[in-house]
């Protein structure tokens, strides 16, 4: 894909692009840390890892889910469509199928005439060890 836009394939951006898929899902900060793990990797600093992140990104080699409070995950294409169930108490993000959301998918169709897509969505909230830690709701101390 590099090649037939007149890119070329760096070792930088072979390197970024391989963690990437070694991680699934991973923020600019968790791709420099696993290339600063490769002893034979040589230095490599945060620009280098985001105009990386940016033009593979571009030509279609990785895509970007915005996860609002944390920063941006980047996944390889191929790694498919899934939903981000984001924690509001840990801040950890585990997955789920996408197909998890298309009955919502379909009721917003059918009430707006909006199609949705949920191929790749973030959705927030509590995961199950922050929810059953939680001792009281906040939303009843009102």
Do not use: I, K, W
């Not at 002893?39 to 990104?57: F, H, I, K, M």
Request: glycine share 8%; charged share 25%; net charge negative.
């Amino acid at each position: 894909m590099l090649h037939a836009r007149g890119l070329r394939l760096t070792p930088q951006r072979e390197r970024v692009l391989a963690a990437v898929r070694r991680l699934g899902h991973a923020t600019p900060e968790d791709v420099l840390a696993e290339l600063r793990t490769d002893p034979g990797a040589g230095a490599v600093d945060s620009s280098t890892v985001y105009r990386a992140l940016a033009l593979l990104e571009e030509v279609g080699l990785v895509a970007r889910t915005p996860l609002e409070r944390r920063a941006d995950s980047f996944r390889p294409v191929e790694h498919g469509g899934h939903l981000h169930l984001v924690c509001d108490g840990c801040g950890g993000v585990a997955e789920a199928p996408a197909d998890a959301a298309a009955e919502l998918a379909a009721d917003l169709h059918r009430r707006t005439g909006f199609t949705a897509d949920v191929t790749h969505l973030a959705l927030r909230g509590r995961c199950a060890a922050c929810s059953a830690d939680r001792t009281t709701d906040p939303t009843e101390a009102q």
